[in-house]
């Protein structure tokens, strides 16, 4: 059983489209995250909820909206894809510091 | 603010050898720190954590880390290195209670038959 879930693995699109990438976990936790890997390969926490409740919101462009329908599902919508968003997002759950990450979503726009 | 500088972006060692990667921390009270691992094309891993207990962690697949809070460091070793070792790995400092994970730059082992 996967503890953390990501869907879609690969996401190729044009610039200005809008995009879902979905989340789950099974792994009973209450806060979930998202970050940003970058080309370079760094990381960055985006957001988390707790219980879905919007805890941590970096400066991260408004076009970024995530969504947490329960607490084993933490959705990312993005608005109007520009070229710089290509990256990888990883999706976390885990308690306090102590997280564990899905696979990644792919994202490359063109 | 808290920081942690991981001072390799690469580091190549023959199967068998060795493995040190370093990372020094900054930080404004006392860390939890981690060492997460990413394999091609995968998600990250936990490797290890320190959270102020003892400060030898001992890790999966015969990785530990030692807290030196005289030198601000926190190194991952292995004895042996394996070539299933070959990944990118990232020295981590956790921010209380938020659960916000501070990334350091990630260092690259590459490991040699």
């Known amino acids: 059983d996967t503890a953390v879930s990501q869907t879609p693995k690969y996401l190729v699109t044009q610039m200005g489209n809008d995009k879902s990438i979905k989340c789950e976990q099974n792994l009973g936790h209450d806060t979930m995250y998202w970050y940003k890997q970058d080309s370079k390969k760094f990381l960055k926490i985006m957001f988390s909820?707790?219980?879905?409740?919007?805890?941590i919101n970096e400066t991260v462009p408004n076009r970024f909206s995530p969504k947490s329908p329960d607490k084993a599902h933490l959705n990312l919508h993005i608005n109007s894809l520009e070229l710089g968003d290509s990256a990888v997002y990883f999706c976390a759950s885990g308690v306090v510091e102590t997280q564990y990450f899905g696979p990644g979503t792919r994202l490359l726009v063109l | 603010a808290q920081s942690v500088t991981q001072l390799d972006s690469h580091v190549s060692v023959s199967e068998g050898t060795p493995v040190l990667l370093r990372c020094n921390y900054s930080s404004s009270y006392s860390p939890s720190l981690f060492w997460y691992v990413q394999h091609p094309n995968k998600g990250l891993q936990l490797l290890l954590k320190?959270?102020?207990?003892?400060?030898l962690v001992k890790g999966i697949n015969g990785f530990e880390a030692e807290f030196k809070k005289s030198e601000t460091s926190f190194h991952l070793t292995k004895p042996s290195a394996h070539m299933s070792d070959a990944a990118e790995y990232f020295c981590?400092?956790?921010?209380?209670?938020?659960?916000?994970?501070?990334f350091g730059q990630g260092t690259t082992l590459q490991v040699k038959p």
């Open positions: 981590v400092h956790g921010s209380g209670n938020t659960g916000k994970l501070i």
């Open positions: 320190y959270t102020s207990a003892a400060t």
């Open positions: 909820y707790n219980n879905k409740e919007l805890i």
